[in-house]
């Protein structure tokens, strides 16, 4: 099956600082990158993507970066605030088959100290 | 307008009990997907329906169904619960894929 990893599994950040987390995968035909936020009790929800045609995009404080050459993408947390305080997931597709199926990463947990 | 809605929200079975988990969505979205999360594994996938009749095998189908009769509803079964079953069940949808769409989950203990 595909690979994927995701780190750190944990992030502890003061309020304010930044925050990042990276994904690697091992290979995808896809040009499709999501990352998901799941807060305490709740279903995942879709944060930002990227798509390989483009290197970076933001989202007011959000941004994922993808280097498709190298096989990982990136979240970035600016300005982290308590409410970040969630598990993020990455779920790039799998090789086989397009982006009816999305492989995620186990998840790291932020935790941003007020 | 609810989103992916999933029933029951809890549940405790005894081993070799059997139950559904019912999830409907509002969206009009043709996939469907069925999860399990279990601490430190991430979401893995169960199975998943890409239109209504149809339902294909995900990561770990092994002693779960599935069946996509209507569009909005996807329905997840145990014939025989097992304890290694007890998890946290998610249920998703997405219009062509991509984006998905999740419910809130079912969390489900067997004893």
């Known amino acids: 099956g595909e690979n994927v990893e995701q780190h750190p599994s944990t992030l502890s950040v003061q309020e304010g600082d930044s925050a990042v987390i990276k994904c690697t995968y091992s290979d995808s035909a896809s040009n499709y990158f999501p990352w998901y936020k799941q807060e305490l009790g709740k279903g995942p929800q879709l944060i930002i993507d990227i798509r390989s045609n483009v290197g970076e995009k933001k989202d007011q404080r959000i941004a994922v970066t993808l280097n498709k050459t190298a096989k990982h993408f990136s979240l970035h947390i600016t300005e982290t605030q308590p409410e970040d305080s969630a598990v993020y997931f990455c779920a790039p597709p799998p090789l086989q088959g397009g982006s009816e199926k999305l492989v995620f990463g186990k998840g790291t947990k932020l935790t941003v100290n007020p | 307008n609810a989103g992916v809605t999933q029933t029951p929200k809890f549940r405790v079975l005894k081993t070799g009990q059997s139950m559904t988990l019912l999830c409907a969505q509002d969206m009009n979205h043709e996939y469907m997907y069925w999860y399990r999360q279990d601490p430190g594994m991430g979401l893995r996938l169960i199975h998943y329906?890409?239109?209504?009749?149809?339902?294909a095998k995900g990561e770990v189908p092994d002693g779960y169904n599935v069946s996509r009769l209507k569009k909005q509803n996807f329905l997840l079964g145990l014939e025989s619960a097992a304890p290694s079953q007890t998890s946290v069940y998610f249920c998703?949808?997405?219009?062509?894929?991509?984006?998905?769409?999740f419910g809130p989950g079912t969390r489900l203990l067997v004893l």
């Open positions: 329906s890409v239109g209504e009749g149809t339902t």
């Open positions: 998703a949808s997405s219009y062509v894929g991509e984006t998905q769409y």
